[in-house]
């Protein structure tokens, strides 16, 4: 089988999720990263194979798809040797799915909220209401951690998004453990549980501070 190409960047959550994911599973990638700076993703062969400009994008036999979680769920499904990670039972599904709207619909959102004025608008802060949100997104992850992990007693696609995007917030702002003591063990959990999350989540967001503290240096200089 010829090497699935994905396009993507080193630092978005949703792209690590992919890289993650197909990993887990033994799929090999040809990753193509882009420069978002520099609008390759508004390129005229980048349009054709995705009208929607967003990372991550893959091209499978020549077929392209977007979106990290429909990315995701059709590797596991066409390529993954069990379905441990995206069961076939139809409940089941349903739950996960139901957290990767949640991961990308809240986690993801507020991570964006909280940096498109700095990335975009060269502001040299995040503004507090920004943080505030984000304390409430740790809320509602609290309050949906029934178990060791969202969907079940064993890692699924939910985790695997979900991590990605709450590397990145608690990086910016670290989950507190006696408002949401759950959340941090769970985030612990990850760290001794979930293959590659020091590589994809950890060294990477790392990676990304650097980026950011350039860019807040750079924003507060203007």
Known sequence: MAPITLYTTRH???????????????????????????????SEEFLKLNPQHTVPTIVDDGVPLYDSHAINIYLVSKYSQDDALYPKDLLMQARINAILHFESGILFARLRGALHSILQQGISDVHPEKFNAIRDAYDLAEAMLRSDYFVGDSLTLADISCSTSLASLNALLPVDADRCPKLVAYLKRLEENLPYHKEYNLDRINEAKVAFKQKFSGNKKE
């Open 12 to 42: 978005t959550p949703a792209g690590r999720a992919v890289e993650m994911t197909a990993k887990l599973i033994g799929v090999d990638l040809d990753i193509k990263f882009i420069d978002l700076a520099q609008k390759e993703h508004m």
